[in-house]
């Protein structure tokens, strides 16, 4: 699959998750097999106020390919923020349209924006003509049940100078729930030209199989099953370049990843936010230890670096959940 000039080598992308596929995320996903990833979700009005913290979002770091994701509902505005982006030199720029976050789609952003096709398709030609890079969208089911308008938006967004198209099977209403409909990524990808990246539930290699031969879709996205698992990629391609199933790291090598995680986000962020955010990373890592439910509760206690340190050390004590 090509992305503008970008040629993608491998079977599965990270996802753009808030909060958790940071710079050291994607990098450590990456390592692992990750083909390419893109950066959280980043608010185009406040990098059009300048605002200095939005704006780290948008540093590509040592990932290799990598697209900055931009949310909101004014065309101008996203113009406007797509230039600030393209001065960091991503590979392309994504339109988030499928974030179901209350704080984003209520103020008709995200996942909002396919209620308004017509307006979808403004927001996508304004970046489209503001920058050189390639732009990508991501889109879910719909907004609804009712409202599953997929293809209509997929279309929209072809015909506005979309390079590719990402679609979350679920409605925004679903958020993560149920299982995903893989019908209305199939439809999508009969319905345009342009690339189709399939997410949701794609959690090892023969779903990931079985999502590329039901939807017939150009690429397959992970998002939750990375979290503590980034090695989930490195699976997926050995899966599907030969169906070799790949066990997971022994635990000893899983917490060592942890640690390497935890040193990049080190390099990036101050130690205070490297310890809260500690707390939800080492708990994804602590899955199929012995006792997790205990190492989890002290991981959401984590205070300073020994904590982490006394963590695995007890993981490895307890051994794994076999």
């Known amino acids: 699959m090509k992305i503008g000039n970008s040629e993608i080598n491998g079977y599965a992308a990270l996802a753009p998750m808030a909060g958790v596929a940071d710079r050291a995320m994607r990098e450590i996903c990456e390592k692992y097999g990750a083909a390419y990833s893109v950066g959280e979700l980043t608010s185009a009005k406040a990098i059009t106020l300048g605002d200095k913290k939005s704006r780290?979002?948008?540093?590509?770091?040592?990932?290799?390919?990598?697209?900055?994701?931009?949310?909101?509902?004014?065309?101008?505005?996203?113009?406007?923020?797509?230039?600030?982006?393209?001065?960091?030199?991503?590979?392309?720029?994504?339109?988030?349209?499928?974030?179901p976050a209350p704080k984003v789609a209520n103020n008709g952003g995200g996942s909002s924006l396919m209620k308004d096709p017509e307006l979808a398709g403004r927001v996508v030609k304004s970046v489209v003509d503001s920058v050189k890079l390639p732009v990508t969208v991501k889109i879910r089911a719909g907004w609804d049940g009712d409202n599953i308008n997929a293809v209509e938006v997929a279309k929209i967004c072809e015909a506005n100078g979309a390079a590719a198209i990402t679609v979350h099977g679920r409605t925004r209403v679903q958020m993560y729930a149920p299982p995903v409909n893989l019908d209305i990524i199939k439809e999508v990808k009969k319905a345009v030209k342009i690339p189709v990246i399939g997410n949701g539930d794609v959690v090892d290699g023969p779903s990931a199989k079985y999502m590329y031969e039901y939807t017939d879709c150009d690429f397959v996205m992970v998002g939750r099953a990375a979290n503590g698992t980034p090695w989930?990629?490195?699976?997926?391609?050995?899966?599907?370049?030969?169906?070799?199933?790949?066990?997971?790291?022994?635990?000893?090598?899983?917490?060592?990843?942890?640690?390497?995680?935890?040193?990049?986000?080190?390099?990036?962020?101050?130690?205070?936010?490297?310890?809260?955010?500690?707390?939800?990373?080492?708990?994804?890592?602590?899955?199929?230890?012995?006792?997790?439910?205990?190492?989890?509760?002290?991981?959401?206690?984590?205070?300073?670096f020994r904590d982490i340190e006394l963590i695995c050390e007890k993981a490895l004590a307890e051994g794994e959940d076999l």
């Not at 909101?72 to 393209?86: D, H, S, Y």
């Not at 490195?234 to 060592?256: G, Q, S, W």
Request: proline share 4%.
């Open 56 to 99: 780290v979002f948008l540093e590509k770091g040592e990932a290799g390919i990598f697209g900055s994701q931009l949310f909101g509902n004014e065309p101008e505005i996203m113009g406007q923020a797509a230039r600030v982006a393209e001065e960091y030199a991503p590979d392309f720029i994504d339109i988030n349209m499928g974030c």
């Open 232 to 304: 989930v990629f490195d699976k997926i391609n050995a899966y599907l370049k030969d169906r070799t199933v790949l066990p997971d790291p022994p635990l000893e090598k899983r917490l060592e990843i942890l640690m390497e995680q935890l040193s990049l986000m080190k390099k990036y962020k101050s130690n205070i936010t490297v310890l809260l955010e500690a707390r939800k990373h080492a708990a994804w890592y602590m899955k199929g230890v012995k006792n997790a439910a205990k190492l989890r509760k002290m991981c959401g206690e984590i205070k300073d």
